[in-house]
């Protein structure tokens, strides 16, 4: 299910990367395309912290996945 959540926020970045650029093309406003690509760094942040590994080498999202097993 983690996975799908963590595809699904990818999927989202990609669309408001592609939505921004399309708005900026259009309407040549700068403000909510720049506000779009924001949040698609922060959505595509939130994914890299989840799934990067830690200097001890464990992955977050391993230790959520395990303890939601656990129940």
């Known amino acids: ?3 799908l959540v963590l595809a ?17 093309r259009r309407t040549g406003e700068v403000r909510n395309p720049a506000l779009m690509v924001l ?12 799934t990067l590994p830690t200097e001890s080498g464990r992955v977050p999202i391993a230790e959520v ?4 097993e656990g129940r």
Do not use: S
């Open 8 to 24: 699904i926020v990818m999927l989202a970045a990609v669309a408001l990367v592609a939505g921004a650029f399309v708005l900026w």
């Open 39 to 50: 949040l698609a760094a922060i959505a595509i942040a939130n994914v890299l912290i989840w």
């Open 1 to 3: 299910m983690t996975d």
């Open 65 to 68: 996945r395990a303890a939601g």
